[in-house]
T-cell receptor, first 112, second 112 residues
Framework: AQSVTQPDIHITVSEGASLELRCNYS??????LFWYVQSPGQGLQLLLK??????LVQGIKGFEAEFKRSQSSFNLRKPSVHWSDAAEYFC??????????FGAGTTVTVRA | DAGITQSPRYKITETGRQVTLMCHQT?????MFWYRQDLGHGLRLIYY???????DKGEVPDGYVVSRSKTENFPLTLESATRSQTSVYFC???????????FGPGTRLTVT
């Protein structure tokens, strides 16, 4: 069975500073990996996805993520955060049956 | 074009009552999914559907019933609501290959 671990429950970062959110997955084959963002009271929005190919993927809102098979990781990064990046971020892994497994989420707080 | 809508957005019901949450999409995506979101658990899959009249259980299906007579609708019914079903429920549709999922705004359900 596939699973995702997001080790950080809550991260606080200063506006303009860099951000990195950790994601570790468990899956027996090549995974499909996703990062979603959820603003307060909203549904989830897809930030980026990895299916195959280049292990560094670019997403919306200036986010990128790097797939590292040796570490079973898919960490999300942003070089300079904006106050609007305050939200909850979810990493998800998919296998061969279109079902996604989500991590518990990381809440990001941005301080001025 | 509304994409994916959920109704109601908020619902309070009593233990033992039957309640149905509605999900409607305008994209004609084949796959549709129901998740529940609880603090500390991220999103957990309740049921999903690959097409009209084809449904299957997810990770936490007990106490829920789904149907899909039309491609665009995927209602979720709690036959006899319990307090443990207090949660935020998200419907999603499957885009490219169904791995890229698009989420509705959610329904916040409280069972008293």
């Amino acid at each position: 069975a596939q699973s995702v671990t997001q080790p950080d429950i809550h991260i606080t970062v200063s506006e303009g500073a860099s951000l990195e959110l950790r994601c570790n997955y468990s899956y027996g084959a090549t995974p499909y990996l996703f990062w979603y963002v959820q603003s307060p009271g909203q549904g989830l929005q897809l930030l980026l996805k990895y299916f195959s190919g280049d292990t560094l993927v670019q997403g919306i809102k200036g986010f990128e993520a790097e797939f590292k098979r040796s570490q079973s990781s898919f960490n999300l990064r942003k070089p300079s955060v904006h106050w609007s990046d305050a939200a909850e971020y979810f990493c998800a892994v998919g296998g061969g049956d279109y079902k996604l497994s989500f991590g518990a989420g990381t809440t990001v707080t941005v301080r001025a | 074009d509304a994409g994916i809508t959920q109704s109601p957005r908020y619902k309070i019901t009593e233990t033992g009552r039957q309640v149905t949450l509605m999900c409607h999409q305008t994209w004609s995506h084949s796959y549709m999914f129901w998740y529940r979101q609880d603090l500390g658990h991220g999103l957990r899959l309740i049921y999903y559907s690959a097409a009209a009249d084809i449904t299957d259980k997810g990770e936490v299906p007990d106490g829920y019933v789904v149907s899909r007579s039309k491609t665009e609708n995927f209602p979720l019914t709690l036959e006899s609501a319990t307090r443990s079903q207090t949660s935020v429920y998200f419907c999603a549709t499957g885009g490219q290959g169904a791995y890229e999922q698009y989420f509705g705004p959610g329904t916040r359900l409280t069972v008293t």
